[in-house]
Structures are given as C-alpha cells and as structure tokens.
C-alpha cells in the first residue's frame, strides 16, 4: 500500500481502466506507460505499475501497446516475459518492431539486476514463440531460421571466393608481369589492374548489399505519389547501368500507373526496392557480355478494396520451373548472374515491400517472360508512425 500511496495517479488509473478500458483517452493512456516506465526505474517500485503495464499491453490501441513494447528493458524477470509473450503475437507491426528493439537492447546491455536470477539472459524470441504458439511451432520456427541461416552462409562464402579467386590470379600474373619485365608492358598493366578492380567492385557491391538487407525496415512513412516513386526508381537503374558502362536503350520501357495514385510509404526503401525488381528484369535481355538485346517491360498498377496491385512484366526468356522455385526462396546471395548481380536484389526488395505490410510475388514460364507482383495498402494501419 506504501507504493500506491506514493503513486496515486497510477493507482487510481488502474482502477479506472480495470472498470472501463475506455475511461481514459488513448493519448493520456500512451502518456501512463511513460510513468510506469519512470516508476519501475525507482530504486523502489511501487507495486501498482507493473499491473499497469500488463492491462496496457491488452490496449484497444496499437500506440499504447507500442509504447509498452519500448518501455519492457526496465522490467524484470518473469514480469518481462509474462508481457513480452503477451505481445510477441500482437499483429501489428509497429508494435512488433518495437518489441524486436527492446529484446535487442536488452541482450546488448544485459538486464538491470540486483540478484542472479535477475541477471539472466532475457528469453529468445523463440522462447517466447513456445510461450504463445507451443514447443512444437517454436522448435520448427527455429529449424527453419537455422536453415536458412546456413544456406545464407554458405551462399555467401561460395560468393566471395568466386569473387576473390579471380583477383588472387590477376594479382599473380601481375607480379609476374612486374618480376619479369623491366619496364613492364604499360598495356598489361591496365589490364590486369583494370580486371582486379572489376571484381574488388563487385565485392564492394556484394558487401553493401548484405549490409542494405540487415538494416531494419524505416517506421517513418510519408504520401508519396506511385508515379513519382517509380520514375525515381527508373533514373537509379538508368544511372547504375551508365556506371558500368552498359546501354539499355534496346529494352523498351512502358509505363502506365495515375498520375493522382498515392501510396503511404518510406520513400528510399521502395525506390529500391522498384529499382532491384527493375533491373532484375533488364537483366533478363542481358547476354553473357552484358550487353543488352531487345526485349519489353512494363510497369502497371491498379487499386483495389483499398491496396495498390503494382506489376513488373518483361517479355524475357522466363525461367525454368527448377530455377523459379529456388528463386522464390528469396534467399540472399543465390544469383545466376555471374558478371553483374549479387543475388540481393530480390530479397531486398522484398523485405521492404513486406516491412510496408505488402505482399511480393514472384512468377515465371519458360518462353513467356517473367512478372513481379507487389501490393502495398493506400493508408496505414492504426498505430503506424507518422
């Protein structure tokens, strides 16, 4: 009682959404979660908060039980996990990127603790996944995670050593070269040097796209026409293909999307993410030297019951049912395209499409072309940053 006498705001709070959950408004409850959060940092924590924060964590509101999210690395053990289970399956994404940062920070500064029970390492995620969905989801979950853990691994070094194979031979023969000749030839020269810095590129490359893909998906959404967007992400294919010295002018490019058509996104990640699909498909025309053949893309969009239908199609060579389902796997770094990807495109773009609670479809037939289908919702949900 010494506690609730101390905090009679939160006290009298409790009691009053405990009658009511509605007797507060959602703004001043957002507030609450702030004072709890200040009260469970107290040397001693008045008894009523924590009650407080779990009734919280069960609000009508996604933005308080986001802010409840973000205020979970003060809480001890169990009442850390008994609030985190309770929402490890809320479905809104803002508020599950918010406990995703909470559970981050709380294995990087390790949890405030007076005892040794207290000290222990907070749960996994899949530990709180079998609280929720039961030891037999959480253990398949983790298999899956391991596995593709592996092959992202695995395909990555495979990767890396075709990328840095070459360069160990050029560097040989231009030792050689130098041992050799005196003066060396000034034309081999460049040219091994010129081959060595090619594939250094390309590891420059390989290395900012893994980095791009384990960065979190921006909160920070904002209107943006679609037409606008996607004539961003044609000038950044335009200008990669004119750094690496290639002319796409024979693919021809369509576009047809409204003018007036308005999505809410975070602008850089889906010009990326357009971009990537966009020169996935020039790709499709590209023969073994680069160079492009001619061939045809068009990029349509449409609404529908409140979701923008946007579509990617190329009349390209298509692709072998074997070859469509390993690339429906979107796993990063597998690529059939030895000179000019890094096998992150696709899954890049994907995850950004899905991070704006959109959906990314990939399908494909030999001799008939390939087409990317992407969704993304016109507004955003309840709860989402502004």
């Known amino acids: 009682m010494r506690a609730a006498r101390e905090h009679p705001e939160l006290a009298d709070a409790l009691a009053r959404l ?72 809320d479905c809104n994404a803002f508020v599950q990127n918010a406990l995703q940062r909470s559970l981050d920070r709380r294995r990087r500064n390790g949890e405030p603790a007076e005892s040794a029970q207290a000290a222990a390492p907070p749960p996994t995620e899949f530990a709180l996944m079998e609280r929720v969905h039961g030891r037999r989801a959480a253990r398949h979950a983790e298999e899956i995670c391991t596995r593709f853990a592996q092959v992202w691994a695995g395909t990555t070094v495979h990767n890396l050593r075709g990328l ?74 335009a200008d990669g293909f004119r750094e690496q010295q290639r002319s796409p002018e024979a693919v021809e490019l369509a576009i047809d999307l409204p003018e007036d058509l308005t999505v809410e996104v975070a602008r850089h990640q889906i010009v990326v993410a357009l971009a990537n699909v966009l020169k996935n498909a020039y790709e499709a025309f590209a023969d ?81 072309g390939t087409v990317v289908s992407i969704t993304l919702p016109l507004e955003r949900e309840e709860g989402e940053e502004a």
């Open 18 to 89: 405990r009658a009511d959950p509605g007797a507060i408004p959602w703004p001043a409850r957002r507030e609450l979660v702030t004072l709890v959060r200040d009260a469970l940092d107290a040397p001693t924590p008045p008894a009523v908060a924590v009650p407080l924060l779990q009734l919280l964590a069960e609000d009508a509101k996604a933005e308080v039980r986001q802010a409840v999210a973000m205020a979970l690395p003060v809480l001890r053990e169990p009442d850390f996990s008994r609030i985190a289970s309770k929402l490890a399956d």
């Open 164 to 237: 840095l194979t070459p360069v160990k031979v050029h560097a040989k023969a231009l030792q050689q070269l130098v041992l050799r000749s005196a003066p060396p030839d000034p034309r081999a020269v460049s040219e091994l040097t010129g081959k060595i810095m090619d594939r250094m590129g390309l590891v420059e490359r390989l290395l900012d796209d893994m980095r791009t893909f384990a960065q979190p998906v921006s909160t920070a959404l904002r209107r943006e026409r679609l037409a606008d967007v996607v004539r961003e992400a044609c000038a950044a294919v």
């Open 288 to 368: 073994d030297a680069g160079a492009f053949r001619q061939g045809q893309i068009n990029v349509s969009a449409a609404v529908d019951a409140g979701v923008v239908h946007l579509q990617v199609r190329d009349n390209g060579p298509g692709l072998a049912p074997e070859d469509l389902r390993e690339l429906q796997e979107f796993v990063p770094g597998r690529t059939t395209k030895k000179n000019h990807g890094t096998g992150y495109g696709l899954p890049i773009a994907r995850r950004y499409v899905r991070g704006h609670r959109g959906t990314f479809a990939i399908d494909s037939r030999l001799g008939s």
